[in-house]
Structure formats: C-alpha cells, structure tokens
Nanobody, 128 residues
Framework: EVQLVESGGGLVQAGGSLRLSCAASGFTFDDYAIGWFRQAPGKEREGVSCISSSEGSTYYADSVKGRFTISSDNAKNTVYLQMNSLKPEDTAVYYC?????????????????????WGQGTQVTVSS
C-alpha cells in the first residue's frame, strides 16, 4: 500500500524558514516523481515543487523560485522541501504526492490532477 506522510509545518514569521518532510512507503521510490502542492482557502491546489528522484530533474513554481529547494534522500524514501524567505502568501496546507505514469516516460509533471497518491497535508502559516 502506498503511503505518504508530511511533517514539518507550523507557524513562522515572514522572512523565516521551514523544512517540510514527506516520508514515502509501499513503493519503489526511484520509479516515482514526488511533488509538493499547496492549497490556500478559496484557492485552487497548485504545484509548488516536484522532483524525479532517479533522474534528479526538478520543477519550481515561479512564485517560489530562489526561495524553496526540493531534495530527496532515496535511502530513507523521503523528500524534503526547504522553504526560506517565507511570505504571508505562502500560507496554505501543503501536500506531498506521488505519480509514476509520467515519471517512467521521462516527463516530470506539476499538475495536481496527474498525481495519484496523496498525504494528509501539513499546515504552513506565515504571519506578517
């Protein structure tokens, strides 16, 4: 059974940092892409950052480029999202997700509609 568990969310002041973790189990990690998504109240779920663990390719939304860094530790089946210089507009529930169909074809996708397995989410709140 595929399972994803997020952790590391919390309350931080603008300009601060958080590191989110996504622990995966139940599948061969190297065969999947892992993505971080977020959803703020009244907003659509959007892709934040994605990674293909085996190939090392990454995606970042324009709104987080230069501030967020995604990384993976394949031995631990864990993906991290280091978030620096946080802004109030980063406030959202952050989810990690996994997909294989596109990853196995060498394509890294960032749409939440294309990801199959989801964690429960972790709240990130950035105060002004």
């Amino acid at each position: 059974e595929v399972q994803l568990v997020e952790s590391g969310g919390g309350l931080v002041q603008a300009g601060g940092s958080l590191r989110l973790s996504c622990a995966a189990s139940g599948f061969t990690f190297d065969d999947y892409a892992i993505g971080w998504f977020r959803q703020a109240p009244g907003k659509e779920r959007e892709g934040v950052s994605c990674i293909s663990s085996s190939e090392g390719s990454t995606y970042y939304a324009d709104s987080v480029k230069g501030r967020f860094t995604i990384s993976s530790d394949n031995a631990k089946n864990t993906v991290y999202l280091q978030m620096n210089s946080l802004k109030p507009e980063d406030t959202a529930v952050y989810y990690c997700a996994a997909e294989r169909s596109f990853a196995t074809r060498g394509v890294l996708v960032s749409s939440p509609y294309l990801y199959d397995y989801w964690g429960q989410g972790t709240q990130v709140t950035v105060s002004s």
